[in-house]
C-alpha cells in the first residue's frame, strides 16, 4: 500500500509520501502500523525532527540574546552554559528517535515501545525548553531576576527541585500502594507530571524492589551517564538519601 497523505501511526501522526506495513504484535494482539523501508523511516524520522526544531531554534536564540544585555560575566556565561547543555540535550534527542525510528521498521512490536518512548521524550524536550524560554524571557526586564534565573537552570537548581517533587510523589505512591510504580508514568499528580515532563531524558528511574527505588540524574554539566551524575535511593515509602 502507498500513502501520500496523513497517516495515524500507533496513535501518533506521520505526513508524507511513503508506503507502510501492518502487523499484529502476537504478545499484545495490537495492530503497528510502521514503515515498510528503511527509506521511509528516515522520512518518519525527519518529519518528527520538523515538530520542535523551530521552538528549539528559539529557545537558543533568546539565551543569545541574554549576552547582549548589561549582565555580569558571570550571568552571561550561564546563559552559554545552558544554551549548550540544552545543545547537547537536543543532539541526544535526535540520535534517540533516529535509534527507535530504524528500529520500527526493522522490528515494529519492539520497535513501537521504544518509538512511543521516544517521541514521549520528544514532547517532554520541548516543555522543557519552552518552561527555560518563558522564565528568561518574563525576567528580561529585570536584571537581577534574570541572573538569579540564569543561575538556577546552570547550576542544575531547577532540576534538584524537580526531582524532589518526583521523590515526594514516589513516597506517597508507596504508601498508598504498598509499592513503588514500576515507571514514573504511573505517577499521577500535577507537580509530578510537570516535573517529570520537564527533566525529560535528564533522569532515569528504576524499581529495584517493590519496596525500594533508584533514581539517577544529570549533574551540573547537564547530560547523564557522566562522573557528575546525581543518585537518589527510597525505601519503604522512605528516602534514604538526599
Given at each position: 500500500m502507498f500513502k501520500c497523505s496523513l497517516i495515524f501511526l500507533a496513535g501518533m501522526l506521520w505526513t508524507g509520501c511513503c508506503s507502510y506495513k501492518q502487523t499484529i504484535?502476537?504478545?499484545?494482539?495490537?495492530?503497528?502500523?510502521?514503515?515498510?523501508?528503511?527509506?521511509?523511516?528516515?522520512?518518519?524520522?525527519?518529519?518528527?525532527?520538523k515538530t520542535w526544531e523551530a521552538g528549539f531554534k528559539g529557545d537558543i536564540d533568546i539565551l543569545g540574546k541574554v549576552k547582549l544585555l548589561e549582565l555580569d560575566i558571570d550571568a552571561k556565561s550561564n546563559a552559554q552554559l545552558i544554551a549548550e547543555r540544552l545543545s547537547s540535550e537536543d543532539a541526544l534527542m535526535r540520535e534517540v528517535l533516529k535509534s527507535a525510528t530504524i528500529l520500527l521498521a526493522a522490528n515494529p512490536c519492539q520497535g513501537i515501545v521504544a518509538y512511543e518512548k521516544a517521541m514521549s521524550d520528544a514532547a517532554n524536550y520541548k516543555i522543557r525548553l519552552a518552561t527555560i524560554n518563558a522564565d528568561v524571557v518574563k525576567s528580561q526586564s529585570n536584571k537581577a531576576a534574570l541572573t538569579d534565573v540564569l543561575s538556577e537552570y546552570a547550576q542544575g537548581q531547577t532540576d534538584g527541585k524537580n526531582v524532589g517533587i518526583i521523590r515526594g510523589s514516589l513516597d506517597k505512591f508507596y504508601n498508598d500502594n504498598k509499592k513503588y510504580p514500576s515507571s514514573l508514568s504511573e505517577l499521577t499528580s500535577a507537580n509530578a507530571i510537570k516535573a517529570i515532563a520537564f527533566l525529560g531524558l535528564s533522569i532515569s528511574y528504576t524499581r529495584d524492589t517493590e519496596s525500594s527505588y533508584s533514581i539517577r540524574f544529570a549533574g551540573q554539566d547537564g547530560k547523564m551517564n557522566t562522573p557528575d551524575d546525581k543518585f537518589h535511593k527510597g525505601l519503604n515509602g522512605n528516602p534514604v538519601n538526599g
Open positions: 504484535c502476537p504478545v499484545t494482539n495490537v495492530p503497528v502500523n510502521y514503515p515498510r523501508s528503511q527509506k521511509c523511516a528516515k522520512l518518519l524520522y525527519e518529519d518528527a525532527v
